[in-house]
């Protein structure tokens, strides 16, 4: 079982929609989850960031962690076409480091104008 | 501030030869990553520096590739004897390796192509 998964995907939703990313994660110890946003062709960029239980936002990004259910997820409201791109799930590498991640496969989005 | 940078941004090979990528880290920053990404794959972990410690090799695919880090700055990714499959993306990533946060930011990547 990998670390971290990505299941869903590709997703298309039309523009000004709510579109909502889903991560499931083996190890019941961790604690930090990271989503990156990489557009095709480029590096990955950080979007967000979560440490503890709960939701947090950031403008149109809700990141959300449930650690009694091991999911982590991404909210993008009102999406438009720029928020088209491949969004990677991230959280501790077990047996690595603190400073180690380990990656999911990523969830093509795609935003439909 | 500049973030990570990376050199070549892309870099055509025959097979059999040598490369030397290049990293420079977001100053400051202590750890620092080298990553690996086919054509529409996900991140494949190579290499993790963190200060003067001895670096996790362990991502590492074969004893043709090995990386450096001087001065606990800029870092070196070599392949040696380069492979068709060696072709990727090879992404650096750098993080502050201290506090409780762990996030890590990416350099623009290096293109390689093995013919």
């Known amino acids: 079982q990998k670390e971290v998964e990505q299941n869903s995907g590709p997703l298309s939703v039309p523009e000004g929609a709510i579109a909502s990313l889903n991560c499931t994660y083996s190890?019941?110890?961790?604690?930090?989850f990271f989503w990156y946003r990489q557009y095709s062709g480029k590096s990955p960029e950080l979007i967000m960031f979560i440490y503890s239980n709960g939701d947090k936002e950031d403008g149109r990004f809700t990141a959300q962690l449930n650690k009694a259910s091991q999911y982590v997820s991404l909210l993008i409201r009102d999406s438009q076409p720029s928020d088209s791109a491949t969004y990677l799930c991230a959280g501790p590498l077990r047996g690595g480091s603190a400073r180690q991640l380990t990656f999911g496969s990523g969830t093509q989005l795609t935003v439909l104008p | 501030g500049a973030g990570v940078s990376q050199s070549p941004s892309n870099k055509v090979t025959e097979k059999g030869k040598d490369v030397e990528l290049r990293c420079d880290p977001i100053?400051?920053?202590?750890?620092l990553y080298w990553y690996r990404q086919s054509l529409g794959q996900g991140l494949e972990f190579l290499i993790y520096?963190?200060?003067?410690?001895?670096?996790?090799k362990s991502g590492l695919p074969s004893d043709r590739f090995s990386a450096e880090r001087t001065g606990g700055s800029v870092s070196t990714l070599t392949i040696q004897r380069t492979q068709q499959e060696d072709s990727a993306v090879y992404l650096c990533?750098?993080?502050?390796?201290?506090?409780?946060?762990?996030?890590?930011?990416f350099g623009p990547g290096t293109r390689l192509t093995v013919l």
């Open positions: 190890d019941r110890g961790s604690q930090s």
């Open positions: 990533a750098s993080s502050p390796g201290r506090g409780p946060y762990n996030e890590q930011f």
């Open positions: 520096f963190q200060g003067n410690s001895a670096p996790d």
């Open positions: 100053s400051g920053h202590t750890a």
